[in-house]
Nanobody
Framework: QVQLVESGGGLVQAGESLRLSCEGS????????VAWFRQAPGAHREFLAG????????YYADPVKGRFTISRDNARNTLYLQMNNLKPEDTAAYYC?????????????????????WGRGTQVTVSS
């Protein structure tokens, strides 16, 4: 069973950058599709970016396309989210998630229910 631990959150001003990390406990990390989500108070958990298990290709939600970049280091079992030009509306708890489904090489999971494993989150607060 994969355990995921996020880090790198904090308080920043609008326009600044942060890089989040998510370390996985399992050496099979490379076999998972992985993703970043966020959840603001009172809101649903929102998909941000993902990396597919089969070819490590990346895909993004429209609101963060061009500002956020997901990457993975399979040798270190680590997932990253580089966030640039942060805005106050980016304030949320950020979560990484892993999906063990390998039924298709073209899967691009985005729904919360698609993912088997979750970290506990790291808080990002952006002041104006």
């Amino acid at each position: 069973q994969v355990q995921l631990v996020e880090s790198g959150g904090g308080l920043v001003q609008a326009g600044e950058s942060l890089r989040l990390s998510c370390e996985g406990s399992d050496d099979t990390f490379r076999g998972y599709s992985v993703a970043w989500f966020r959840q603001a108070p009172g809101a649903h958990r929102e998909f941000l970016a993902g990396s597919r298990w089969s070819d490590f290709s990346t895909y993004y939600a429209d609101p963060v396309k061009g500002r956020f970049t997901i990457s993975r280091d399979n040798a270190r079992n680590t997932l990253y989210l580089q966030m640039n030009n942060l805005k106050p509306e980016d304030t949320a708890a950020y979560y990484c998630a892993a999906d063990s489904d390998q039924s298709s090489a073209t899967l691009t999971p985005r729904a919360v229910a698609d993912f088997d494993y979750w970290g506990r989150g790291t808080q990002v607060t952006v002041s104006s």
